[in-house]
């Protein structure tokens, strides 16, 4: 079965400036994805950024930029010029090629962004 | 809006009793899930459905948990004699079958504790 671990429960940032979240994964499949969410308080989980296991390139999505490292199976989420609104609880999330949004979460790594 | 609706956000039951949660997919939306949140964790897979049929339930979802999905469209997750153990936040996602690579669209929840 796929594991998600995410190592950071809190992760802290000043306004404008730059965090990395981690993720590791285990998994014996070569196709599959990986995603992060965020879940703001109160609020819908909502996709931060996904990769698809078989690209080689990160993922980007303005602030927002992945460190994906197949063969440690790491994923890591970088956001750039941290906002106040970017302040949430962020998971981190696997998808087998085969099963369509069946996914294994990680535990959240909450993040708080100070003025 | 167009997204994910739940009902009840927030239920307030007691122990033993019967518990129903509705929710409505994104319209063209083909596949429906039912992930259970805990505090503090990542939300855990419990059961989906692709149009009416129910595809894979999750060994999490007991002898007292039934979903449906009727008509392919609303689901609703009832819990029979609740325990203290059943709360959580049930959260509802559809995605849109085939095509993409199956993201999925998060409701708000439906928080329920038991007493």
């Known amino acids: 079965a796929q594991t998600v671990t995410q190592s950071q429960p809190e992760m802290s940032v000043q306004e404008a400036e730059t965090v990395t979240l981690s993720c590791t994964y285990d998994?014996?499949?070569?196709?599959?994805?990986l995603f992060w969410y965020k879940q703001p308080p109160s609020r819908q989980m909502i996709l931060v950024i996904r990769?698809?296991?078989?690209?080689?390139q990160n993922a980007t999505e303005n602030r927002f930029s992945v460190n994906f490292q197949k063969a440690a199976k790491s994923f890591s989420l970088k956001i750039s010029d941290s906002q106040l609104g970017d302040a949430a609880m962020y998971f981190c999330?696997?998808?087998?090629?085969?099963?369509?949004?069946?996914?294994?979460f990680g535990q959240g790594t909450i993040l708080t962004v100070h003025p | 809006d167009t997204g994910v609706s739940q009902d009840p956000r927030h239920k307030i039951t007691k122990r033993g009793q019967n518990v129903t949660f509705r929710c409505d997919p994104i319209?063209?939306?083909?596949?429906l899930y039912w992930y259970r949140q805990t505090l503090g964790q990542g939300p855990e897979f419990l059961t989906y459905?692709?149009?009416?049929?129910?595809?894979?339930k999750s060994r999490l979802l007991s002898d007292r948990f039934s979903a449906e999905r009727p008509k392919g469209s609303f689901s609703t997750l009832e819990i029979q004699r609740t325990e203290q153990g059943d709360s959580a936040m049930y959260l509802c996602?559809?995605?849109?079958?085939?095509?993409?690579?199956?993201?999925?669209?998060f409701g708000e929840g439906s928080r329920l504790t038991v007493l």
């Open positions: 996602a559809s995605s849109l079958l085939p095509g993409g690579s199956g993201e999925l669209f």
């Open positions: 998994t014996s499949e070569s196709d599959y994805y």
């Open positions: 990769q698809e296991a078989y690209k080689q």
């Open positions: 999330a696997y998808r087998s090629g085969t099963s369509y949004g069946k996914l294994t």
């Open positions: 319209s063209e939306h083909n596949r």
């Open positions: 459905f692709q149009n009416e049929a129910q595809l894979e």
